[in-house]
């Protein structure tokens, strides 16, 4: 039997303040462009140190209970992918099960590899229920992080935090993966990483944005191989890649989806005409490629434009963004699905949109959820960014949302709004 798995909701939860990319420029002497136009964001979520990717995990698994109904005995698994985790030992998943009261008698733990993290439990929890171990249960697979580089950093303008939780099983409302469909790519570089103890990510930029394209050729060769032999695409004269409907990347800044969908493009049209192309199909692809993006890729970065980077959770924000502005025309249409880790470890998949996914995408509640943010000046967000990450200011948490508040005998106590 072909076993039908994939998302059956989503919930997302992000810091309570933001800062305008605009006042950021300005406060460091630069042409607000740069950042807007030029690293395609308008605003980035700031979250101070009650705010870490436990809080943030708990109240998107709240968030998803609550809005969707779900009886949480239903969930027999909780993976969270994360690279920026609390201790080196006891998992995300093990504070959030305990934080909502989740079952006793499920499969907790986390999973790591920089962004891609998220997409390894996904596919985690998918091979799960694929597999029949799932008894008819279903799992939730987190994916919650803070992107931090640091005032005056080259990676200040690309922070941003979030968690994006979304509930896996054999009822796909929202989205329905194609099984078995996939393309991987995964190399030992050093183009980003996060020393033990530091809450600041060190990333090598230009060479690390060579390391996605050069992962993304890799990756998409393996699942256009594999689409083909299974004609979910089909030799034509369009590219296979245009034959999806939307495609959705993973965005550390904006304008890497634009750059990622050029070069796949561009590899594909190398394959198929067995060279480099000409200054002349040069010219005409420029063209071609610019139209495709603003109606493949551009409807998924909404939300990234008005989050900043989430890590994992990046790619998830960019299909919720989809499904929220696109859901009900894209019904029964299929998304390709790029996720990079750095690192690295990459992957390329797709999926089809469920024929009731707008609807589903509205118990989400995302422009209330951005509406219910706070703008902060420049002068509040350095004194948080300045805060120390073990003693939170104490704030009561909002209701619905959980928050750090300290260390007691070496144990990390949250608190329920």
């Known amino acids: 039997m072909n076993q039908r798995v994939g998302i059956e909701a989503l919930a997302v939860a992000v810091p309570e303040r933001f800062l305008s990319l605009e006042d950021l420029a300005i406060a460091r002497g630069v042409e607000p462009a740069k950042f807007t136009a030029g690293l395609g964001g308008r605003e980035m979520a700031v979250a101070d140190p009650g705010e870490d990717s436990v809080a943030l995990a708990a109240t998107a698994v709240a968030k998803l ?28 998943a093990s504070y959030v099960q305990g934080l909502l009261g989740l079952p006793r008698a499920m499969r907790t733990y986390d999973t790591q590899h920089a962004c891609y993290g998220g997409t390894a439990a996904l596919m985690a929890a998918s091979d799960w229920i694929a597999a029949g171990h799932a008894h008819g ?21 690309t922070q941003g935090a979030g968690a994006v939780a979304l509930l896996v099983s ?9 099984r078995g469909i996939c393309g991987m790519a995964s190399s030992h570089v050093f ?25 993304l050729g890799d990756a998409y060769a393996g699942y256009r191989k594999l689409a083909l032999e299974r004609e979910i695409v089909r030799h034509s004269e369009q590219l296979p890649s245009e034959q999806l409907s939307r495609i959705a990347y993973h965005v550390p800044f904006c304008k890497m989806a634009k750059k990622a969908h050029l070069h796949l493009r561009k590899c594909e049209l190398k394959a ?8 002349e199909e040069q010219t005409a692809e420029d063209r071609a490629a610019a139209i495709a993006f603003e109606t493949q890729v551009a409807p998924t970065l909404a939300l990234a434009a008005r989050i900043g980077n989430t890590y ?15 859901g009900a025309s894209l019904a029964g249409k299929r998304i390709g699905m790029f996720s990079y880790g750095s690192g690295n470890s990459s992957e390329f998949f797709s999926g089809v949109v469920g024929a009731h996914a707008s609807a589903a995408i509205a118990k989400a509640e995302l422009d209330q959820l951005l509406a219910s943010r706070r703008r902060v000046t420049m002068e509040e967000y350095e004194q948080v960014m ?32």
């Open 65 to 92: 209970l609550k809005s969707y109904a779900i009886d949480p005995n239903r969930v027999g698994m909780l993976v969270v992918g994360t690279e920026t985790g609390v201790d080196h030992s006891k998992a995300v």
């Open 137 to 157: 249960k279903a799992a939730i697979v987190v994916c919650a992080d803070i992107a931090r580089y640091g005032l005056r950093t080259a990676g200040e303008p």
């Open 170 to 178: 054999d009822k796909p409302d929202l989205f329905e993966l194609d």
């Open 191 to 215: 183009d980003f990483w996060r020393p033990l103890g530091s809450r600041e990510a060190v990333v090598d930029g230009h060479y690390s944005i060579n390391c996605y394209l050069e992962a």
């Open 272 to 279: 198929r005409l067995g060279r480099e192309l000409t200054a």
């Open 312 to 326: 994992t959770g990046s790619l998830y924000l960019g299909l919720a963004s989809l499904l929220h502005t696109q």
């Open 386 to 417: 300045e805060m120390n990450a073990a003693t939170p200011p104490q704030a009561q948490p909002r209701p619905g949302t959980f928050r750090f508040v300290g260390v007691t005998d070496h144990r990390r106590r949250y608190v329920a709004g």
